[in-house]
C-alpha cells in the first residue's frame, strides 16, 4: 500500500511543493486547508503530474478541526505515514508585534497558531504512528526560533518553545521509529504572501531580502523524513 503524507495548512506555494516532492517517492497525498477553492487548485495540480490527491477542508488553527479532518483522512486513505504541518498564510505581519509591544494576549494570539496547533496535531497523529513503529512527524518553522529578532516578538517566542518541543519530540521517538523535524525559513518563499507584499510595497526595507524558491524547502522536508540524521535544517540567511 502506498504510504500517504498530510500536508497541514496546504498551499499553494510550499505546501505544493512539498506534496510535489513527496508524491514523486510514491506518496499518496491529503491536503488540508480552509477553502476548498485552493484545495481543488492543489488536487488538479498534482493530478497533472501523476499524484493522487485530496483535498479536506480545515482551519489548522482550530483544534476541533484538527481532530476532525485527521479522522476524514484515516477514513479515505486508512493511516497517516507522515503529517507535515505548514501554519502559515494569511497577511504579512498580522498578529506579529515587535518585543517592546508583546502583551498576553498577542502572545497568545501566537502560540494558539505555532504551538498549541502543533501539539494538537501531534496528539492526534502520534498514536498510530507508534503502535506502527513508523512514521514522520514535520514543522514549517521560522528562523526567529533560532536567531531572535526584536521585530518579530511574539513569534520568535512561540518559534523557540515549538523548537524545544520538536527536538525533544525527535529525542523521545527515535527508538519507536518515528521521525519529527523542521524546516526552518530562513528567507522569503518565492511567490509566498509574504514575498508578494514585500516586492510590491513602496516602502524601502533597508535591506535585500533573500528569496528562495519553495522546491528548495520541499528537498529539505524530503532529505530531513528519509536521512533522519539530524533534527532540523535552516534554509536562508542564517544558514551561512
Known sequence: MPKTIAVFGAGPVLGLSVARRFGREGFRVALAARTRKNLDHLVAELARDGIEAAGFTADVYDRDQIANVVSAIKERYGRIDVAEFSPGGGDLGDG????????????????????????????????????????????????????????????????????????????????????????????????????????????????????????????????????????EALVGNFGR
Open 96 to 231: 506579529i508585534v515587535s518585543t517592546l509591544d508583546v502583551d498576553v494576549e498577542n502572545t497568545q494570539l501566537i502560540l494558539d497558531r505555532f504551538l498549541l496547533s502543533a501539539i494538537t496535531l501531534v496528539r492526534q497523529v502520534l498514536p498510530d504512528m507508534v503502535e506502527r513503529g513508523d512514521g514522520g512527524i514535520l514543522f514549517t518553522a521560522g528562523q526567529s526560533g533560532i536567531h531572535p529578532v526584536p521585530f518579530l516578538g511574539n513569534v520568535g517566542m512561540a518559534q523557540a518553545a515549538l523548537r524545544n518541543y520538536f527536538h525533544t519530540l525527535n529525542a523521545v521517538l527515535a527508538d519507536k521509529g518515528v521521525y519529527v523535524g523542521a524546516v526552518n525559513v530562513g528567507a522569503l518563499i518565492e511567490g509566498s504572501v509574504p514575498h508578494q507584499a514585500i516586492a510590491s510595497s513602496q516602502e524601502p526595507l533597508g535591506f535585500e531580502p533573500e528569496v528562495i524558491h519553495p522546491d528548495v524547502f520541499a528537498e529539505s522536508f524530503w532529505e530531513l523524513y528519509s536521512k533522519r540524521d539530524r533534527v
